[in-house]
T-cell receptor, first 113, second 116 residues
Framework: GNSVTQMEGPVTLSEEAFLTINCTYT??????LFWYVQYPGEGLQLLLK?????DKGSNKGFEATYRKETTSFHLEKGSVQVSDSAVYFCALRSSGSARQLTFGSGTQLTVLP | ETGVTQTPRHLVMGMTNKKSLKCEQH?????MYWYKQSAKKPLELMFV???????ENNSVPSRFSPECPNSSHLFLHLHTLQPEDSALYLC???????????????FGPGTRLTVL
C-alpha cells in the first residue's frame, strides 16, 4: 500500500536558518506529491505540489523537488521566519486511488526570533 | 480565506448526545471529504462524496453518518460517540474530474470535537 514517511519533529530553528524537512514515500505508479501546512488552530493549507518526476513545487520561499529515483520530496526553505512556525504534512495521491490522499504524520516546526 | 468553512469550530458533547458538523465549500467543487485528525496520528480519510454520491467509506463506525445534500454542503452526524472519537474533524473539497482523477484538495479550519 501507499505510505509517507516524514522526519520526526519537533524541529526548532532560529530565524533566518535553513530548513529541510525530509519526506519519502512508497506508492505504485506515478503519484502526485504535496506539502500542506497547518498553522495553530487552523486547517490544512496547500503549500506546494508536484505531479511528475523532476518537477519542483515552490511557494512562499519553500521548495520541494519530486525525486523518483530516491522516492523523496524533501521540503526546503533558505531562510525561515517566525511566521513559518506550523506543522508541515507531506502527502501523496497515487494514480490508483485518485481521490485518496495519504499523509505523513506531520513535522512540527518552531522558529525562534 | 480557504473557501471551505466549517461549523462549529469547537464542540463538546456527551456520549449520549446527537450532534452534527457542517461543512460548506464556496469553490464550485464537486467532491467533498471528511478527515479525522487525532493527536500523534496521520490524517485519516473517513468519507468521500463525488457529485453528491458517497464513493468511498474507509471502514468508519456507524456512529458517524455523513450526508451530502448538494455539492456545496457536507454534514457529519454524530451519535453515541466514545471518548476516543475526540479529535479535529476536517472537511475538504476538490474538483473531481470525469475519470475519477481529483485535483488538489482544499481544507476547512476543522471542528475540534471533545467527547466526555
Amino acid at each position: 500500500g501507499n505510505s509517507v514517511t516524514q522526519m520526526e519533529g519537533p524541529v526548532t530553528l532560529s530565524e533566518e536558518a535553513f530548513l529541510t524537512i525530509n519526506c519519502t514515500y512508497t506508492a505504485t505508479g506515478y503519484p502526485s506529491l504535496f506539502w500542506y501546512v497547518q498553522y495553530p488552530g487552523e486547517g490544512l493549507q496547500l503549500l506546494l505540489k508536484a505531479t511528475k518526476a523532476d518537477d519542483k513545487g515552490s511557494n512562499k520561499g519553500f521548495e520541494a523537488t519530486y525525486r523518483k529515483e530516491t522516492t523523496s520530496f524533501h521540503l526546503e526553505k533558505g531562510s525561515v521566519q517566525v511566521s513559518d512556525s506550523a506543522v508541515y504534512f507531506c502527502a501523496l495521491r497515487s494514480s490508483g486511488s485518485a481521490r485518496q490522499l495519504t499523509f505523513g504524520s506531520g513535522t512540527q516546526l518552531t522558529v525562534l526570533p | 480565506e480557504t473557501g471551505v468553512t466549517q461549523t462549529p469550530r469547537h464542540l463538546v458533547m456527551g456520549m449520549t448526545n446527537k450532534k452534527s458538523l457542517k461543512c460548506e465549500q464556496h469553490l464550485g467543487h464537486n467532491a467533498m471529504y471528511w478527515y479525522k485528525q487525532s493527536a500523534k496520528k496521520p490524517l485519516e480519510l473517513m468519507f468521500v462524496y463525488s457529485l453528491e454520491e458517497r464513493v468511498e467509506n474507509n471502514s468508519v463506525p456507524s456512529r458517524f453518518s455523513p450526508e451530502c445534500p448538494n455539492s456545496s454542503h457536507l454534514f457529519l452526524h454524530l451519535h453515541t460517540l466514545q471518548p476516543e472519537d475526540s479529535a479535529l474533524y476536517l472537511c475538504a473539497s476538490s474538483q473531481d474530474a470525469v475519470l475519477g482523477k481529483s485535483d488538489t484538495q482544499y481544507f476547512g479550519p476543522g471542528t475540534r470535537l471533545t467527547v466526555l
